[in-house]
Nanobody, 121 residues
C-alpha cells in the first residue's frame, strides 16, 4: 500500500526555523512532481512549494526567499526547509506527490496525513 508520511512539524517562535520531511513508501514506479501544501483554520488548502522530477521548483509568493523545497529521489523523500517563520505560517502542512505505480497506467495524486506547524508571536 502506497503512503506518504510527514515529519518535522512543531511549535516554534516567530523568526525560527523548522524542517519538514515526507517519505513515500510502497509500490512506486516513478515519483513525479512532489510538493507541500498547507491549510490554516477556516481557510482553503493552498500550495506552498512544488518540485518537479527535473528539480524545477515553484513557490507561493508568501514564502519566497524563506522556504526551500528539495527532494532525494533515491530515498523517495521531499523536504521543506522553513526559515524566518511568521505567525501566518501556522497551518497543517500536507505532503503531496504525483506517483506512477505502473509504466503505462496514469499517475495518481497522493496526500500525506499532515503535520501541524505552529508559529508563536
Amino acid at each position: 500500500q502506497l503512503q506518504l508520511v510527514e515529519s518535522g512539524g512543531g511549535l516554534v517562535q516567530a523568526g525560527g526555523s523548522l524542517r519538514l520531511s515526507c517519505v513515500a513508501s510502497g509500490s512506486i514506479f516513478r515519483l513525479n512532481t512532489m510538493g507541500w501544501y498547507r491549510q490554516a483554520p477556516g481557510k482553503q488548502r493552498e500550495s506552498v512549494a512544488t518540485i518537479a522530477s527535473s528539480g524545477i521548483t515553484n513557490y507561493a509568493d508568501s514564502v519566497k526567499g524563506r522556504f526551500t523545497i528539495s527532494r532525494d529521489n533515491a530515498k523517495n523523500t521531499v523536504n521543506l526547509q522553513m526559515n524566518s517563520l511568521k505567525p501566518e505560517d501556522t497551518a497543517v502542512y500536507y505532503c503531496n506527490a504525483l506517483i506512477s505505480r505502473h509504466p503505462v497506467r496514469p499517475a495518481e495524486t497522493y496526500w500525506g496525513g499532515g503535520t501541524q506547524v505552529t508559529v508563536s508571536s
